[in-house]
């Protein structure tokens, strides 16, 4: 693995908003990164959505705030506050706004970020496929135990795969099955388990690879991996699910 070093300054694209701050966007070898810098004065709706053209903002925001204070309101009408010092991984389809007199900055390692501040052309299409889209729907019922919304997602016979040696490990026939593996990882872990979405991709066809993020808490012991999941689709229903693991000793361990 060869070192990269970029300066953002020097080799980034700078993306100004309507008025009151702008973007920097630069790469360097798997890292992607956009430094916001958000004037007093600053609100998403009358700063950005000239240049997105969307109602609210359709960037997942996943970074740390380094000064001052933002407003946010979700599409539902939620609303949260984002202080310095605060890390975020805010969905999209909101709203915000700077506190105060001072400016945010904000740092997004989001993979959406890339499509910050960014025109977008009339004709183009929207970058995830409905494949994608059943894919996040199943990620956020599976954070909140949703069910229900599981059983619409899932074949009747679907199978998922998990690798490894643990007490968790093996093939899962059925979507009874399945939804009773998840209820297992619940229990483990005394409901803690989450797994968060960094990214999907697909191909259009049907298969999805997702990439998240797993958080949970066992006899006291923290542990944080990633791992993907690769689904195939047979119409809206997804019919296999097959597992990978970044750290899958440290995960059969930690389940043992």
């Not at 959505?49 to 001052?68: E, K, N």
């Amino acid at each position: 693995m060869g070192t990269n070093i970029s300066n953002l300054e020097r080799d980034g694209e700078t993306r100004p908003f309507a008025a009151h701050g702008h973007a920097v966007i630069g790469s360097v070898g798997g890292l992607t990164l956009l430094r916001g810098v958000f004037e007093p004065g600053w609100r998403w709706s009358t700063d950005v959505a000239p240049i997105a053209g969307t109602d609210s903002c359709q960037t997942r925001h996943l970074g740390y705030l380094v000064s001052g204070r933002m407003q946010v309101r979700m599409d539902d009408g939620t609303e949260l506050t984002v202080e310095a010092g605060d890390m975020f991984d805010l969905p999209s389809g909101h709203d915000a706004w700077v506190l105060g007199d001072e400016p945010c900055v904000m740092v997004d390692y989001s993979p959406e970020a890339t499509r910050y501040a960014r025109g977008r052309s009339a004709d183009a299409a929207a970058p995830d496929d409905k494949y994608m889209t059943l894919v996040r729907r199943g990620y956020v019922a599976f954070n909140s135990g949703d069910f229900e919304t599981l059983r619409s997602i899932l074949a009747k016979d679907v199978v998922q795969h998990s690798p490894g040696t643990s007490q968790i490990a093996g093939v899962y026939k059925g979507i009874d099955a399945v939804l009773g593996y998840y209820g297992k990882l619940a229990e483990l872990t005394g409901g803690q388990f989450q797994a968060h979405l960094i990214n999907v991709f697909g191909d259009g066809q049907g298969h999805v690879t997702a990439l998240h993020q797993a958080t949970a808490t066992r006899n006291g012991v923290t542990r944080v991996s990633r791992g993907t999941i690769l689904f195939t689709f047979l119409g809206d229903r997804a019919t296999d699910l097959l597992e990978m693991h970044e750290d899958l000793p440290g995960d059969d361990a930690f389940f043992a």
